[in-house]
């Protein structure tokens, strides 16, 4: 026996292939071989940059007893959450099912017919907190399996029937209208934290499509309350510790509810949709905090999470080395007065220590502080600050760096070209649109199959095993309309089409209009798993509906439209009761009230500076969803550019919705104003 690992993509499973554990990766032969023995499957469920992961995986998977009782009694099995989205779906579901909560690391026993009979999340080497030793449970499961079989086989038996009749109270098949709209920001405003920003208590995660939601409400109803509620959230995380003051870059949520202390892991996707909200926040409100946090947020994702194949990794570690060989939480982040002296000198280390909240009891652990922008009565040079900045990050950046989980997860890239793309175009950033190409160009090049099935990871050039589920083919085709609209190249729509095409064949369900996180061809689980709800990131039910609605109002697709107006129907449902946990359902919805919008601005060329002035217009309009389109008159690039000629032969932008289009313009301000616009700074 020997552990199978070696050879797998994905890091965090790499991460354990010295382990003495006899693992296995997911797979048909791992539960034969589970049959073969008449023992029962331990399944563990982690990711790359899961601190009580790495916890559990020191403890217990790299000791030789643990792991001879493993070896002995069980087959194990490794699940990366990220590469298996599905496989971590269903199992959570029946964790937080039978013990109220759930987490990673995962630890489920199954029967050899992947039946689950037993949960937890972490267990100790040794009991503590009521909670028994990781050793206990594994004798305590195998006495059950050895002794009382049919006991085992019960319990399983039930729990698979229970999750079967845990279906989703689908409401009905039609749209949120503007009451459950209503209704969704008066739930939003009630669970407010007009103290600190955010909703709820600590740990505090950033609503991310919540925001989104904010903003776009605000846009298309002027309600004041809902742009101040963004506004001020966004301004307390981009002050707090879990936005990173010096290299830019957010942090997974804070374990405080002021922002103050981040658990240290750096996602892509929360980078991606914070650095795509704080651009949307600039765009409404013209925030100089929000201009620079959305560009700090796209550098830092371009710098430190870019693969050498163009794509983005997924994670970089909450641990680090912190010099003295100890790997600990934060190590890499946070510092003492000391450190800023032998950094700065006295003088700029007293400055820099009141500017950024570094005390000498410290904020953290063992006296360091995280670093913060706290509101004061002060007011700081900032060119100072600026130098100050700039060599603390020098001295940063000969620490030991964190880990970086470099497999490539084809619909957090997807988040991640939309918020590139477009705050390239709106700040003048043509390089940052270029890193969104190129993100693009790899997806089609090696995640995209012959058949236009996407795959959902790949690692240094070579393509995972794994299918893409609906978040991937929704987040992909998001991030391409996204790109279509910035970059005026009509092949992202068709590619973003080919994707939306496999939504409706694979993962509709055609009687009810429901969608499934897994297509109908794709391995079979004991359940398809099928949940509209965000959790870090937009639900693939809902993100698809977005995409649909898109690329309908681009390509006038009918049943696109019908299948987004039909999937809108859970946020109806769930939207006025738990407007926190649809946020992206409730960003669409609104989308969809608006129209959306539909541009087509062409000029006599695409490098016509007045045809790009208007464009750039077109994209800093704030209506919800709107789409654009960008080219030459008669272009086959967009079927929107189709019919649409110059006005006196200069730059036009025709404007509809519902069917019905505003005259022609060649007024760049006339096209703000109809696009709900701010307006914009001479220069």
């Given amino acids: 026996m020997a552990n199978r ?23 048909a032969e791992a539960f034969e071989e589970a049959r073969r023995r008449g023992v029962p499957v331990l399944l563990s469920v982690g990711y790359s940059s899961c601190h009580w992961c790495h916890v559990m995986a020191h403890e217990s998977f790299e000791d030789q007893e643990t792991a001879d009782r493993l070896n002995d009694h069980f087959v194990n099995i490794k699940v990366d959450r990220e590469e298996r989205p599905d496989v971590d779906a269903v199992y959570m579901e029946a964790v937080q099912a ?20 037993y949960f937890g999340t972490y267990f100790p080497p040794a009991p503590r907190h009521g909670m028994p030793s990781f050793r206990q449970v594994l004798e305590g499961v195998h006495q059950a399996w050895t002794e009382r079989r049919d006991e085992v086989a019960e319990v399983a038996g039930k729990i698979v029937r229970d999750l079967a009749g845990r279906e989703i109270s689908y409401g009905d098949s039609s749209a949120p209208g503007e009451q459950e709209l209503s209704q969704a920001l008066l739930g939003l405003t009630r669970e407010y934290d007009a103290q600190r920003g955010g909703f709820a208590g600590a740990p505090k995660f950033p609503p991310s499509m919540v925001l989104e939601f904010l903003l776009r409400h605000a846009a298309r109803t002027g309600a004041e309350g809902a742009l101040q509620m963004a506004q001020d959230t966004c301004e307390r995380m981009a002050r707090g510790g879990i936005y990173d003051q010096l290299g830019g870059g957010f942090a997974r ?3 405080d509810r002021d922002w103050v202390v981040p658990h240290f892991e750096k996602m892509l996707y929360d980078n991606a949709l914070l650095c795509r909200v704080y651009a949307h926040l600039w765009r409404a409100t013209g925030s100089e ?21 163009g794509g983005f990794a997924s994670a970089l570690d909450a641990d680090s080395d912190d010099g003295d060989g100890n790997h600990v939480e934060g190590a890499y982040y946070v510092w003492t007065p000391g450190q800023l002296a032998a950094a700065l000198g006295p003088e700029d280390a007293e400055l820099a220590a009141r500017c950024f909240g570094v005390t000498e009891e410290g904020t953290f652990e063992h006296g360091a502080s995280v670093l913060q922008l706290p509101q004061q009565e002060e007011v700081f040079d900032a060119g100072r600050i600026a130098g100050i900045k700039e060599r603390l990050l020098r001295e940063r950046a000969l620490r030991p760096a964190p880990g970086r989980d470099d497999k490539v997860v084809a619909a957090w890239n997807g988040l991640a070209i939309a918020a590139l793309a477009e705050t390239g175009a709106y700040f003048d950033r043509p390089d940052l649109v270029d890193a ?20 959902r990871t790949s690692k240094d ?26 970059t005026g190249e009509g092949v992202w729509l068709e590619f973003a089409g080919f994707l939306l095409d496999h939504v409706l064949a694979r993962f509709a369900d055609p009687e009810s209009g429901a969608l499934f996180d897994t297509a109908a061809d794709a391995e079979r689980l004991i359940r ?8 870090a990131v937009p639900s693939g039910w809902t993100a698809a509906a977005g995409a649909l609605l898109g690329y309908a109002a681009h390509t006038g697709s009918e049943p696109h439209r019908t299948a987004a107006e039909r999937a809108l129907g859970v946020v109806k449902a769930l939207g006025p009761r738990v407007p926190r946990f649809i946020g992206w359902g409730l960003a669409v919805a609104e989308a969809l009230l608006d129209g959306p919008r539909e541009v087509a601005v062409v000029g006599p060329a695409t490098d016509d500076l007045a045809a790009r002035a208007l464009h750039r217009t077109a994209l800093l309009g704030n209506a919800p ?42 007024d760049p301000e006339h096209l703000r104003a109809a696009l709900g616009g701010r307006e914009q700074p001479a220069g």
């Fill in 625 to 666: 969803g709107a789409v654009v389109a960008f080219g030459v008159p008669g272009g086959d690039e967009f079927p929107l550019l189709a019919d649409r000629p110059l006005r006196d032969g200069a730059p036009t932008a025709y404007v509809c919705r519902d069917f019905t289009c505003d005259a022609p313009t060649t």
């Fill in 289 to 309: 905090l929000a201009r620079r946090v959305a560009l700090e947020t796209a550098d830092f994702m371009v710098r430190e999470l870019r693969t050498a194949e």
């Fill in 5 to 27: 690992l070696a050879h797998e993509t994905s890091p965090y499973l790499l991460q354990h292939a010295d382990n003495p554990v006899d693992w296995w990766p997911w797979s």
């Fill in 436 to 455: 969104a190409v190129v993100a693009a160009d790899l997806l089609v090049r090696l995640h995209l199959d012959d058949r236009a099935r996407l795959s």
């Fill in 528 to 535: 398809r798993p099928q949940d509209p709800t965000d959790n």
């Fill in 461 to 486: 050039g070579q393509v995972g095993a794994n299918a893409g589920v609906l978040e991937d083919y929704a987040d992909v085709a998001e991030g391409f309309l996204a790109l279509a609209s910035v």
């Fill in 253 to 255: 949520y804070s374990v």
């Fill in 98 to 117: 039978a013990t109220g909560q759930g987490g990673w690391p995962m630890t489920v026993f199954l029967t050899p017919e992947a039946e689950p009979f």
